[in-house]
C-alpha cells in the first residue's frame, strides 16, 4: 500500500507467514543472506538483499521485490521477515532479492515518487524503474551462483508499481511478473486522486512519514515531520481548514517535496501524465498475473486498469487478472474469510496463494506443474462464488441503464416527466462523512459498510429499485451519467451503488462482530468526480449557475450478484469527508482556496425526459 505507514506494512508484511510457520521454519536454517550495492548504468548504487538456498546443488529462479519501504533489518547476519510472497514459495526454493528502490533508504539517488517512465532512452543518464529493474537482474544473473537465467518479480501496492514498470523494456530474463494492487494512475483513480479530487485523509497521513526528505542514504528516516495526534479524523479536518493549512507551521511546513507537488498539480498536467504508467504497457508478451482487491480503499483502479491497459495495446499476450473480497493486500495473509459486514464462507486467500500465486511463479520460473488459470479469475459479492472468464469485462455483460425517477425510484424504464428533478443543499462547513463512527485514521471497512447512516441525511438524494423478482449479476465497469445543474459554479459529485437487505435477512453465524443484515444498505460501489473536470481534466471549466449539464464518469468494476428480494440503491451526495478534501463549491484552484471561499449551493439532480439521470449497470445476462 503506497498510502499506509511504515509500521503497517511491517505488519502486513510478518503476516504473510503464520504464526506456527514462522516459529516451526527458520528463513536462516535454510538460506544464506547477503547485503550488497549494485550499480545502475548512471552510477548510482541501489542497496539489495539477496537469499540464496544453502542448498547448492541445484539451478534457482530469482523472486524479487522492489520496494520503498526498506530492506531492513540491515546486515548480512540479520533475518528479517519472510523475503517472498507466501511461505510455500519460501519453502520452494528461489533466489529471493529484496531492494530498496532508488532514493530511498540505503539506496543512493533520488526518488520521484511513481518514478515517470522513459521511452526512448538516449544515454546513460535517462533512468527510470525499467532501467533499474533491467541493470540489476543484469547483475544478478552474472554475480550470483546457482541461478537457472529467470526471474519474476511480484510487489503489492507501491511494490506492485515497480513490478508493472518492469514490463517495458524488460530483461530478457524477466518471465512472470504479478503486479498486486499497483499504482496506475495517481490522477485519475490511485492513492493521490481520484477524477481530480484530493484524497485528503490518505496522503496527509501517509507523506507524514514518506513524504520526510533525506540528504544521504538512511536506514531509518526517524521522526515524522510532525506530530498530529488524530482522535477523530472528521473533526480533525474541517477545523483544519482549507488544504492550504496543511502547510502551516504545525504541520508540513514545506518540509515535503512530495506535499508540495501534489498541492501545485491539482489539474491532469504534465507532472501526473508523466506517473501514469499506462500509456507504456504495450506489447507486453511477458506472463502477467495482475492482482486486486475489490474492498481495497487504496489501488482497486491501479489493479482493473493495468490489467486492462496490457490487453488494450498487447494484441498477443500472456496476461490475468484475479479479483478477490479483499481489501489492500489481504491476499497475503494467512486467513481471509470476512469482511466489514460481509463473510465468504471459505478462506480465500489460501485459495489464491496455493491455487494461483504459487502455481504461476513455479510453471513460468521452474517449469514445474500446471497453470491454467482462466483469463479473469473474479470473486464474485453477494453469492459469495469464484468465477472464471475468458474475458474481462465478460463478453456476455449488457450496460443497462437504471433512470433516476421523481420520488426516489430507480429503473429501467425511461422517465417521461417534462420537468422532474431532486435537489439538495451542499454545505462545506456540514459535510457528508464517509464512514459511519469516529476514526482517528481510514476506516477500512468504509468499502462495504452499512449506508443507512448517509441515506437519512438531506444532503444525501436516494433512489432505489423495487425488491428484485430473481437474482441480478453484475460483472464489470459501471457509470454515472448525471444530468445536474448547481447554484456556484463547482461541485463535487460522489455516486453510490447500494445493496439493500430485505427486512427478513438472516445474519448468518460466521457475520463479522456485530453485524445485523436485517434491512442493511451495504456499499458496493462508490466514486467521486471533481465537477470542474467534467469535459476535461487538463482544462477545468466553471459551472454556469443554473444550467444544466451532464456529469458523466466512471465507477470501478464490480462482481456482484444483488440477490432475489434485495434492493438496488444509488445514493448521490456532493462530499464525502475527509476521504476527499471539501470543494468550496466555487471555480478556483482548491490548493489555494481560504476559508470564506467555501459556500452553500444547491445542487439539482434531474430526472426529467429529456434530462434522465441515470447509472449504467453491467448486467450478466
Known amino acids: ?184 494512475d495517481e490522477f485519475m483513480g490511485d492513492d493521490a486522486n481520484h477524477n481530480g479530487a484530493f484524497f485528503l485523509l490518505d496522503n496527509f497521513n501517509f507523506m507524514n512519514n514518506f513524504g520526510k526528505e533525506r540528504t544521504e542514504p ?65 506489447d507486453i508478451r511477458i506472463p502477467v498475473m495482475v492482482v486486486g482487491g475489490w474492498y481495497d480503499a487504496e489501488d482497486l483502479f491501479g489493479a482493473l486498469q493495468t490489467y486492462k491497459a496490457i490487453e488494450k495495446q498487447s494484441k498477443v499476450n500472456n496476461n490475468r487478472i484475479v479479483m478477490g473480497p479483499w481489501t489492500h493486500g489481504g491476499w497475503a495473509t494467512g486467513n481471509w474469510t470476512k469482511f466489514a459486514t460481509q463473510s465468504f464462507g471459505s478462506n480465500t486467500s489460501k485459495y489464491f496463494q496455493d491455487s494461483l500465486e504459487t502455481a504461476f511463479f513455479n510453471f513460468y520460473l521452474k517449469d514445474k506443474g500446471n497453470f491454467a488459470a482462466a483469463e479473469a479469475t473474479m470473486f464474485e459479492t453477494g453469492s459469495n462464488q469464484w468465477k472464471h472468464y475468458t474475458a474481462w469485462p465478460p463478453a456476455e455483460t449488457k450496460p443497462t441503464a437504471y433512470y433516476f425517477a421523481a420520488g426516489g425510484k430507480l429503473g429501467e424504464q425511461k422517465p417521461g416527466d417534462l420537468k422532474s428533478s431532486s435537489e439538495y443543499i451542499s454545505d462545506p462547513a456540514k459535510p457528508v462523512p464517509y464512514t459511519n463512527g469516529i476514526y482517528g485514521r481510514r476506516n477500512n471497512e468504509y468499502m462495504a459498510e452499512d449506508q443507512r447512516f448517509a441515506s437519512t441525511r438531506p444532503d444525501v438524494l436516494v433512489f432505489e429499485t423495487i425488491e428484485l423478482e430473481e437474482d441480478l449479476t453484475l460483472a464489470g465497469p459501471i457509470t454515472a451519467d448525471l444530468l445536474v445543474s448547481i447554484t456556484g459554479t463547482d461541485a463535487d459529485f460522489i ?79 456532493s462530499s464525502w469527508f475527509p476521504l476527499v478534501d471539501r470543494n468550496p463549491q466555487q471555480f478556483l484552484s482548491i490548493p489555494k482556496a481560504e476559508e470564506k471561499d467555501f459556500k452553500k449551493a444547491t445542487i439539482k439532480i434531474f430526472h426529467e425526459a429529456a434530462n434522465a439521470s441515470s447509472i449504467v449497470l453491467p448486467v450478466l445476462k
Open 495 to 573: 455516486v453510490k451503488l447500494v445493496d439493500v437487505y430485505p427486512d427478513s435477512a438472516i445474519t448468518p453465524r460466521d457475520a463479522p462482530r456485530g453485524t445485523v443484515m436485517a434491512g442493511m444498505q451495504v456499499l458496493v460501489r462508490a466514486e467521486v468526480m471533481r465537477g470542474k473536470f467534467r469535459n476535461s481534466f487538463e482544462k477545468p471549466a466553471p459551472f454556469i449557475p443554473g444550467k444544466i449539464e451532464r456529469v458523466k464518469f466512471d465507477l470501478n468494476d464490480v462482481a456482484h450478484v444483488f440477490k432475489k428480494g434485495h434492493k438496488i440503491m444509488v445514493q448521490v451526495q
Open 218 to 282: 538512511v536506514k531509518d528516516y526517524g521522526n515524522n515531520i510532525f506530530n498530529a495526534k488524530i482522535k477523530d479524523a472528521y473533526q480533525f479536518f474541517l477545523k483544519l481548514g482549507p488544504v492550504k493549512n496543511t502547510n502551516s507551521s504545525n504541520y508540513f511546513d514545506n518540509q515535503s517535496e512530495i506535499w508540495n507537488e501534489y498541492l501545485s498539480h491539482d489539474t491532469y498536467d504534465t507532472y501526473w501524465k508523466a506517473r501514469n504508467i499506462r500509456p507504456h504497457l504495450k
Open 1 to 184: 500500500m503506497k498510502k499506509i505507514n511504515c509500521l503497517a506494512i511491517l505488519l502486513l508484511l510478518t503476516g504473510y507467514l503464520p504464526a506456527q510457520e514462522r516459529s516451526t521454519f527458520r528463513i536462516k536454517d535454510f538460506y544464506n543472506k547477503m547485503d550488497t550495492l549494485i550499480p545502475m548504468r548512471d552510477g548510482v548504487k541501489l542497496y539489495t538483499v539477496i537469499y540464496t538456498p544453502k542448498n547448492d546443488s541445484a539451478l534457482y529462479p530469482v523472486l524479487m521485490e522492489r520496494t520503498p519501504y526498506s530492506v531492513s533489518p540491515y546486515g548480512s547476519n540479520n533475518f528479517g521477515y519472510q523475503p517472498a510472497p507466501n511461505t510455500d514459495l519460501l519453502r520452494e526454493g528461489y533466489i529471493l532479492v529484496l531492494q530498496d528502490v532508488r532514493g530511498r533508504f540505503m539506496s543512493e539517488g533520488k526518488n520521484l515518487e511513481v518514478t515517470p517512465h522513459i521511452a526512448n532512452k538516449k544515454s546513460s543518464k535517462e533512468v527510470d524503474e525499467s532501467s533499474d529493474t533491467y541493470d540489476t537482474v543484469d547483475w544478478l544473473l552474472k554475480n550470483i551462483k546457482n541461478n537457472n537465467g529467470r526471474v519474476g518479480l511480484y510487489g503489492i501496492s507501491y511494490p506492485g508499481f515497480y513490478a508493472t514498470a518492469c514490463l517495458p523494456g524488460a530483461h530478457p530474463a524477466i518471465k512472470a511478473v504479478s503486479p498486486q494492487a499497483p499504482i496506475a
